[in-house]
């Protein structure tokens, strides 16, 4: 709902205190509104942590992606990165359940990307939606099966972000740095 | 509007005529000002309080409280958009109280002395051209249910299922459960099925035959988007934020 998004603030220790925010998945402009003065951007985030003191990774398997439009990693010296989830869920493409998943639907599965502005995230978004539409029209069409339609997106995510952070905190793949 | 109709100032007011033009103001979403001789009390997140000096206090329509000194462009203290305002007179003194319940803060302005204290009726053709804010989007939804549907009840904001929480639930006309899905961007078909997971999950909370409609509020949606929520039976509002 609305446009969700996970906000985590490094610690002293070097471990996270994990914020949610409503509307901070909109456009990935909350990476610029976060500061040490504005910590939390106005009312952009949740000041009441969801939880505290984990490690990075625990926010990527907090995520949903069917639901959490963006990730923030806020660094002690409040340099923040943007990450952007990717739902690979089909279920609605094929009038499946979105809740049990149909036969084989992962539906929490996907990959993590790391974006680098708000223009950057838009067209990866944009990309990434055309090139689901694409393999979903394939397996509606039963030109494809699911788990190769998901299989394809994982290796176009993977080579459109080159050079990117993705990680895959959900389908049990190992984590890759590209 | 003509001056005298959109500002209304005293200087050297009672003090019950200072919170007459306050009260006035704050209710009719005017901004106001104060100047005199006050304390300041901020309780949130941290604490402070200012001793007795003269300060320019004003009350935005917005619910921003802006509190100034003779020196700098910053307020000394402040509270955001959002906050309520209350003011009252207690003992002789004039006091403004600001609250603002997430995080719980509330700023305490005290006056003993009212030098001047104003109201003025803004209007901005600037402020007409911008778009809201995010959550201008949900405010405006519950203060005009209409613009879902006519008969459109919200009973509550947050209510929290098993896919997460929903951004507004409630009744149409008929009595019939309402999810409703906020989004500020055109959308594709990954918003219906984030929608269509909230009514699942609904109609699983409530029982097994509750008929819950599921409706995507957004200012447009992709062809794709469109044809899926049809074969949903999912519907779609056109609303720019």
Known sequence: MAHRALVAYERPDGRYDIHASRWGGLDCRLADAISPVDPYAGDAVDPVPRVIARPFGDMLTMADPARHEALYRVSAEYVVDTYLPLWFGLAHYLGESLLGGGPGDRQSDGLVVAVDSPADAEAFREWFQAAKDTVAEAVVGGYLSRADAQAVLADAVSQRGTGREVFAPWSGRETNEY | ?241
């Open chain 2, 1 to 241: 509007m003509t001056p005298t109709e959109s500002v209304r100032s005293r200087t050297n007011p009672p003090i019950e005529l200072a919170r007459s033009v306050v009260e006035t103001g704050l209710a009719s979403d005017a901004l106001v000002t104060i100047f005199g001789d006050c304390t300041v009390d901020y309780e949130g997140r941290a604490e402070s309080t200012l001793g007795p000096g003269d300060r320019h206090v004003m009350c935005k329509p917005d619910g921003t409280v802006l509190v100034h000194t003779d020196e700098g462009h910053q307020p000394v203290n402040w509270q955001p958009p959002g906050c309520t305002h209350e003011v009252s007179v207690e003992e002789s003194t004039l006091t403004l109280r600001s609250e603002r319940s997430t995080p719980a803060e509330e700023l305490l302005v005290q006056f003993r002395d009212v030098d001047h204290v104003a109201t003025f009726d803004v209007t901005d053709p600037e402020e007409l051209s911008l778009s809201g804010t995010e959550e201008d989007l949900r405010e405006r939804v519950l203060d005009e249910p209409e613009l879902i549907e006519p008969g459109f009840t919200p009973l509550s904001t947050e209510r929290e299922t098993p896919a997460g929480a929903v951004d507004i639930y409630g009744e149409d006309a008929n009595g019939r459960a309402v999810v409703v899905e906020l989004k500020r961007r055109r959308v594709g078909p990954d918003a219906v099925g984030q929608l269509a997971r909230y009514v699942e999950a609904l109609e699983r909370d409530l029982h097994d035959d509750a008929d819950v409609r599921g409706i995507l509020v957004a200012p447009s949606v992709t062809d794709r988007a469109r044809t899926l929520l049809a074969e949903r039976g999912l519907e779609f509002v056109s609303l720019e934020p």
